[in-house]
């Protein structure tokens, strides 16, 4: 009886939490962003005129398809936009904090550490602002990349590829996590064969889309049509872009940044060959926040949402390491946040806001001496960078510059508590089946 009581209070305390935390999301439901004005609710009218899951026989948006299936969910239960669309990210708000709190689990068994993270996660300000503000989809990819780590440190390799395909499905942002597959993959922690998940779990998240009409070359080209889309060195990234003083074209910049994530990359899996240091639960939650960290810091054109994976997994690798690492996820916390503010409360964006919301249905491109067709495209972009034939400098202003300055000293201290962790030797704990 007293199990049972515990586990019950336990249990009301979980969803206490989640309560609370949709509480506080509720605040900004009517909060319309910039890009729910300029493109979510299109989307969402476009499937609800449209025939609902049928409308996606058309390509009228640049976001995958598993993502507009939920938006056709929204309209056949009749849900309004800007709830739903807000909804489903709440929803995945919880669904990461979940594998947060499993993964801080393996470390610290019992209730307290694990329910911690699993609040913290819920309150951590990017991501209430990304979903209850912003009503931004990446909880919904991050869920699953996190949920793959968890799987990794399990050694589920199979669920853990499975995981990380469904993430990829979603979102094309998920190769920051590659890194880490690759790295586990050379120490044989996981198959070469389990890495047919990935592609797999892609192809099953396709088949609804094929199956309502939608034509295959426009299922398969959907990231390849994103990349290269847009020709900014940052957009409105805390990355390194925001400090280099650089004009005009900059294709060389950019195809520098490049060349140097890949040669660090590469660098690093051939330590590894050599070194072959010990997989321990602390190693693989140090390289999977260092890949999600580093990626986006040197590659060109990320967008302000970028780190989102980052601003978790560092509060999750936390609960790994001593007691100064935190350090770390506060000021990837405090950077990622004053990114937010600039994005969806700068003056421009204001303006931008209120235009479309007394316009409803028009898209970026339609304003009046803007082009683009994204948020913060061209004219009306928050950072001034659009689309264009060569890399341009997408630098903001002087506190983007400040929370790029604050990534980087967190990179770098990640970096040398990575250094530091694998390699030493550490027993390999036995996982339970």
């Not at 319309?32 to 996606?56: K, V």
């Not at 993430?167 to 993959?185: E, M, R, S």
């Not at 190693?283 to 590659?299: D, E, K, Q, R």
């Not at 935190?326 to 421009?348: F, H, K, S």
């Amino acid at each position: 009886m007293s199990i049972n009581r515990s586990v019950l209070i336990r249990g009301a305390a979980l969803v206490a939490i989640v309560l609370v935390a949709v509480g506080v999301r509720a605040i900004f439901v009517d909060r319309e962003s910039l890009d729910y004005l300029a493109f979510l609710r299109p989307w969402y009218d476009h499937i609800d005129s449209h025939d609902g899951i049928f409308a996606l026989r058309d390509r009228f948006a640049d976001y995958n398809y598993p993502y507009l299936y939920l938006l056709a969910a929204l309209t056949y239960l009749h849900i309004p936009s800007l709830i739903g669309i807000k909804a489903i990210s709440v929803i995945f708000d919880v669904v990461l904090a979940a594998f947060v709190h499993r993964i801080v689990a393996q470390r610290h068994p019992g209730f307290g550490a694990p329910t911690l993270a699993f609040a913290i996660v819920l309150f951590l300000p990017t991501v209430v602002a990304n979903s209850g503000w912003w009503g931004q989809a990446d909880s919904i990819y991050s869920a699953f990349v996190v949920g793959g780590v968890y799987f990794l440190l399990r050694r589920r390799p199979w669920w853990a590829c499975a995981f990380i395909g469904i993430a990829l499905a979603f979102k094309l942002q998920t190769v920051f996590i590659l890194p880490l597959v690759a790295w586990l993959v050379l120490r044989r922690w996981i198959p070469w064969r389990s890495l047919l998940a990935i592609p797999a779990a892609m192809v099953v998240l396709d088949i609804p889309a094929l199956l309502v009409g939608a034509p295959v070359g426009a299922v398969v080209s959907v990231y390849t049509n994103q990349v290269g889309s847009y020709k900014s060195t940052t957009l409105g990234a805390a990355n390194i872009y925001q400090l280099l003083p650089f004009t005009g074209d900059l294709d060389w910049l950019a195809y520098a940044g490049i060349g140097i994530t890949a040669i660090i990359g590469v660098a690093f899996l051939g330590w590894t060959l050599r070194a072959r240091p010990d997989v321990t639960p602390r190693a693989i939650m140090v390289v999977a926040t260092a890949s999600v960290l580093l990626v986006p810091y040197l590659l060109p054109a990320m967008h302000d949402r970028y780190f989102y994976p980052a601003e978790v997994l560092t509060l999750a690798a936390a609960f790994f390491l001593p007691l100064a690492y935190l350090a770390v996820p506060i000021l990837v916390q405090l950077a990622g946040i004053g990114v937010y503010r600039e994005t969806l409360d700068g003056p421009m964006v204001r303006e931008i806001t209120e235009f479309l919301t007394h316009h409803r249905g028009m898209r970026l491109g339609d304003h009046p001496g803007g082009h683009g067709d994204r948020p913060g495209g061209g004219a009306f972009g928050p950072h001034g960078f659009g689309k264009s034939e060569h890399y341009e400098s997408g630098r903001g202003n002087g506190l983007l510059q400040t929370y790029a300055a604050m990534m980087a000293a967190a990179l770098l201290l990640h970096l040398g508590v990575t250094a530091w962790v694998v390699r030493r030797r550490e027993p390999v704990p036995t996982v339970d089946s």
